[in-house]
């Protein structure tokens, strides 16, 4: 990567797993950063980049941030299964808060949403990314529903977004599922900056994998609109993590894995041809 914005980028969620790993691959970019999260920056500040810890719910802090900035890259919030009042805050209202600014700004978001916002979709399937939504708990309606604001935005406003569905971003895989839904920390970093340097965007999901053989289950995105294709791959890790296995009926049945399983009370799995629309 050697193009840089020309102006600077907001980072929320900055002090988490994936804003930092973002804050280290676009400053060295030279890049321009913006850096905020309600907990404090753990790594030596970047040149280029500045912090200043914010509340996603305080939307006069948020608005101020993203002053004169091109683009916000929202990785803030609850990013695992809580209770919903506990998701309600940080995840609904904070993420209409980035929209306004962005509105302000007429500045494009690159939101990390996810794929328990279409947990429920069974592993059999190979779904488009216009595809249903089946959140498989209150943090994956939550992505859900900041998809459906961004696109509020778009067909309103004219705020560009891209959803990125991220699948499992982590060092590296570990356990069976992830050798489908595995996305490399450089992947990453190499889509948020083409979602971040394509001319248009328009308001585009991208499925947020690696280039994995075991992803049959994800197709159809926007990939080619930011000009981003993956270049690692989970495959390498097949021999020893193909055993790795819940060995929980719903976890393995339905793409969001564990989510899915969690507080689940049906007696009995849905069954498919009940579960479409107007079924
Ligand atoms: N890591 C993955 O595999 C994965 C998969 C799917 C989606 N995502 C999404 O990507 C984003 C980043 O994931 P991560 O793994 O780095 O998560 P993380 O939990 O490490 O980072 C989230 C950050 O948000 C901050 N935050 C929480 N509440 C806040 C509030 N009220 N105000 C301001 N900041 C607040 C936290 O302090 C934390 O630093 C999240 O939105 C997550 O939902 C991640």
């Known amino acids: 990567m050697s193009d840089k914005p020309a102006k600077p980028v907001l980072l929320t969620g900055a002090s988490g797993a994936l804003g930092r790993v973002l804050t280290r691959s676009l400053s060295a970019d030279g890049w321009t950063l913006r850096l905020t999260d309600i907990a404090p920056f753990p790594d030596q500040v970047p040149t280029g980049a500045s912090f200043t810890a914010a509340d996603l719910n305080d939307g006069v802090t948020i608005a101020r941030l ?16 809580r209770p919903f009042e506990e998701v309600l805050g940080p995840n609904i209202r904070g993420l209409f808060h980035i929209y306004e600014a962005a509105r302000r700004e007429k500045a494009r978001v690159i939101f990390a949403s996810s794929n ?8 059999s ?17 939550s992505k859900a529903y900041g998809e ?21 971003c982590f060092p590296e895989p570990v356990d069976a599922r992830m050798l489908a839904t595995w996305l490399s920390y450089p992947d ?8 971040i340097l394509a001319e248009r ?21 926007a990939r080619g609109r930011v000009g981003w294709q993956p270049l690692d791959s989970a495959d390498p890790f097949a021999g020893q993590l193909a055993g790795k296995v819940s060995g929980n009926p719903v976890a393995e049945r339905y793409m969001g894995g564990g989510f899915c399983a969690l507080g689940y009370s049906r007696d009995a799995p849905a069954p498919q041809q009940l579960s479409q629309p107007g079924g």
């Open 66 to 81: 993203a002053e004169g900035c091109g683009a916000i890259v929202h990785l803030g919030g609850v990013s695992v299964e």
């Open 116 to 123: 328990h916002s279409i947990g429920f979709h069974e592993r």
């Open 125 to 141: 399937e190979t779904i488009g990314a216009d595809t249903q939504f089946l959140p498989d708990g209150f943090y994956g309606l």
């Open 148 to 168: 459906l604001m961004g696109q509020l935005y778009w067909y309103k406003h004219g705020v560009e977004s891209v959803f990125v569905r991220i699948g499992s």
């Open 188 to 195: 990453l970093s190499r889509l948020v900056a083409r979602c």
């Open 201 to 221: 965007v328009g308001c585009s999901v991208i499925w947020g994998a690696s280039d994995n053989q075991r992803m049959t289950w994800w197709k159809d995105d």
